[in-house]
Structures are given as structure tokens and as C-alpha cells.
């Protein structure tokens, strides 16, 4: 069965520092997906991606945050400055169109 | 699909029972809602999903119901076993709203 891919499993940052969470979607869709969820806490959407633009993003996706399709594969999230309250799991998802939504196993960021 | 919410945050059933897990969402504009299952440490993991068109939809041992006229929406596992405890989450999208909006999850454990 087709999987969302991410890497790395676990990430530890100082405070202020660049991460890039990496994904690889499924190759057939075309919507990716970020979304974060903090230790017990619900899933919340940051930012929705297609057609190599942003789509549709949170209050959280502030400044700090970006995303990139640098090539056919890969989606990449990147927190420019990194802040103890960043410190959640990250997912990506990717979907075809409203429907085959798939997550990812997530990627843990922990700031210090 | 701003207010998607579950009615109780945890749940304990016994093995071999019947579990009902409830969600309530306010958007009538939703239109395609999905079921997830979270074990400790994962993604959120696909178990089942209905369109607004439905009220019913049935997989293997879960059952997910939709009432619209409420916005009421419930899972039902048959025959529990101690492999779905877990968080259960349900989510929503509207109309060209690929963004899913998560509830707050309800934790099953499951009693041998």
C-alpha cells in the first residue's frame, strides 16, 4: 500500500535555529499537507499545498514557516527561527484531491 | 470546518463488546467526513470514511454513521479487540475545502 514518507523520524533544535522536516507524498496525488499536533493535544492544519503554491494556510503558518516542492518528489517544511512552543509532532499528508487523505508516521521537532 | 469535536475524551470497553465513539461538528458545509485511529508515537491512521450523501457506511468490524440533521457523527468498532486501543479522531472537510479539521480525539482502552 502506498505510503507518506518523512524524515527524520526525531529532530532536536537548539531554540532559534533553521529546521527542514522532509516528505515524500504519494506519487500519485496532488494536494500535500502539513499539519502539526502538540503532545496531547488535536491534529491542527497549518498549510495545504497544490499546483507548486500554497493553497490555504493557518494562523499558524506565520512568517516563520515555509514550504517547498523542490523537485518531483519531495515536500519539505521549514522553520526559519524555531521556538520552544514549536516543539510537536509534525505531519505531512498527501491526498487526491478530497479524498485518499494518507499521513504520514510524523516527525517529532523537539526545541531546547 | 472550524468546531469539529467528540463528546467524550476517553472510553473503556471490554474485549469482545461493542465501542461507540461520538463526534460532533458545527459547519453544515461539511461535506466528507473521515474516521482516524492514533496509536502512541503514529500518524493518524485511515479507518473509514462517509460523504454527506450517506448516513451510513460499513467496513470491516466499523460501522460509521452520519447524521446530518444533527451534525452528529459516530464509529462503531464490533467485537473491540485490545489492538484498537487507541486515540480516535474524527475530521472534516467542506465543499473545495481540502483542509481537514480535526476533533479532539477520544482515547479507547480496551479491557482483556
Known amino acids: 500500500e502506498p505510503e507518506v514518507t518523512q524524515t527524520p523520524s526525531h529532530q532536536v533544535t537548539q531554540m532559534g535555529q533553521e529546521v527542514i522536516l522532509r516528505c515524500v507524498p504519494i506519487?500519485?496525488?496532488?494536494?500535500f499537507y502539513w499539519y502539526r499536533q502538540i503532545l496531547g493535544q488535536k491534529v491542527e492544519f497549518l498549510v495545504s499545498?497544490?499546483?507548486?503554491?500554497?493553497?490555504?494556510k493557518s494562523e499558524i503558518f506565520d512568517d516563520q514557516f515555509s514550504v517547498e516542492r523542490p523537485d518531483g518528489s519531495n515536500f519539505t517544511l521549514k522553520i526559519r527561527s524555531t521556538k520552544l512552543e514549536d516543539s510537536a509532532m509534525y505531519f505531512c499528508?498527501?491526498?487526491?484531491?478530497?479524498?485518499?487523505?494518507?499521513f504520514g508516521s510524523g516527525t517529532r521537532l523537539t526545541v531546547v | 470546518g472550524e468546531n469539529v469535536g467528540l463528546h467524550l475524551p476517553t472510553l473503556s470497553v471490554q474485549e469482545g463488546d461493542n465501542s461507540i465513539i461520538n463526534c460532533a461538528y458545527s459547519?453544515?458545509?461539511?461535506?466528507?467526513f473521515i474516521w482516524y485511529k492514533q496509536e502512541s508515537g503514529k500518524g493518524p491512521q485511515f479507518i473509514i470514511d462517509?460523504?454527506?450523501?450517506?448516513d451510513k457506511r460499513q467496513g470491516q468490524r466499523v460501522t460509521v454513521l452520519l447524521n446530518k440533521t444533527v451534525k452528529h457523527l459516530s464509529l462503531q468498532i464490533a467485537a473491540t479487540q485490545p489492538g484498537d486501543s487507541a486515540v480516535y479522531f474524527c475530521?472534516?472537510?467542506?465543499?473545495?475545502?481540502?483542509?481537514?479539521?480535526f476533533g479532539a480525539g477520544t482515547t479507547v482502552t480496551v479491557r482483556a
Open positions: 499528508a498527501s491526498s487526491r484531491e478530497d479524498y485518499g487523505y494518507t
Open positions: 506519487s500519485n496525488h496532488l494536494y
Open positions: 499545498f497544490y499546483n507548486n503554491e500554497i493553497s490555504e
Open positions: 459547519n453544515s458545509a461539511s461535506d466528507y
Open positions: 462517509i460523504r454527506s450523501n450517506m
Open positions: 475530521a472534516e472537510t467542506g465543499t473545495n475545502d481540502y483542509k481537514l479539521s
